[in-house]
């Protein structure tokens, strides 16, 4: 089964500042990768899926990315709105696993 | 407004049962694939369970199998979790989530609000 690997757990950074998560794949996956945001106190909401395609709505300074097994999520001038944890997931095929999570904070 | 609202959490004891409900609304629940997430309080999200459009295909997490039995009913627009020998570390709350298709795994476009489940003596 696939397993995600996603770093760091945590990070605080400044309003503008560019943040970017990380999620590993333990093997060759494609390109069935959702990123979500999960507001304190919150359900999880689909932020991207395709590994970079943005979910309707998500504001464009999300985007996503990948190089190999690697996949990344990039927050281009981080906004108070984005604190939150990001989680990523494989969903294909199952069992549908999800990354540790990435607690993102304002420093 | 797709909405899914999850009822039927609570406490439980060790070995008990418990049947979690996800009554959807807002869009055509029989075309699309349903999953079951957990979350213990302050923890990450956990995969539990998935069962496509129709019913014939679910899959489950090696941590519930053989203790859990996801089922629907398309005719009320309800999801369900059937959980069984309750254990401890089932204690989470549990989200219902809508697949973005009918006949496979993708990804989840759509979220309820949880329901907690509590096993302890």
């Known amino acids: 089964d696939v397993q995600m690997t996603q770093f760091p757990s945590s990070l605080s950074a400044s309003v503008g500042d560019r943040v970017t998560i990380t999620c590993r794949a333990s093997?060759?996956?494609?390109?069935?990768l959702a990123w979500y945001q999960q507001k304190a106190g919150e359900a999880p909401k689909l932020l991207i899926y395709?590994?970079?395609t943005l979910h309707s709505g998500v504001p464009s300074r999300f985007s996503g990315s990948a190089s190999g097994t690697d996949f990344t999520l990039t927050i281009n001038s981080l906004q108070p709105e984005d604190v939150a944890t990001y989680y990523c997931?494989?969903?294909?095929?199952?069992?549908?696993?999800f990354g540790g999570g990435t607690k993102v904070e304002i420093k | 407004e797709v909405q899914l609202v999850e009822s039927g959490g609570g406490l439980v004891q060790p070995g008990g049962s418990l049947r979690l409900s996800c009554t959807a609304s807002?869009?055509?629940?029989?075309?699309?694939?349903m999953h079951w997430v957990r979350q213990v309080p302050g923890k990450g999200l956990e995969w539990v369970s998935g069962?496509?459009?129709?019913?014939?295909?679910?899959a489950y997490a090696d941590s519930v199998k053989g203790r859990f039995t996801t089922s629907r009913d398309n005719a009320k627009n309800s999801l369900y979790l059937e959980m069984n020998s309750l254990r401890s570390e089932d204690t989470a709350l549990y989200f219902c989530?809508?697949?973005?298709?009918?006949?496979?795994?993708?990804?989840?476009?759509?979220w309820g609000q949880g329901t907690l489940v509590t096993v302890s003596s």
């Open positions: 093997q060759a996956t494609g390109s069935s």
């Open positions: 807002g869009f055509r629940f029989g075309d699309y694939a």
């Open positions: 989530a809508k697949d973005s298709e009918g006949s496979n795994w993708h990804y989840f476009d759509s």
């Open positions: 069962i496509i459009w129709n019913g014939h295909i679910k």
């Open positions: 997931q494989n969903y294909n095929p199952g069992p549908l696993p």
């Open positions: 395709g590994t970079s």
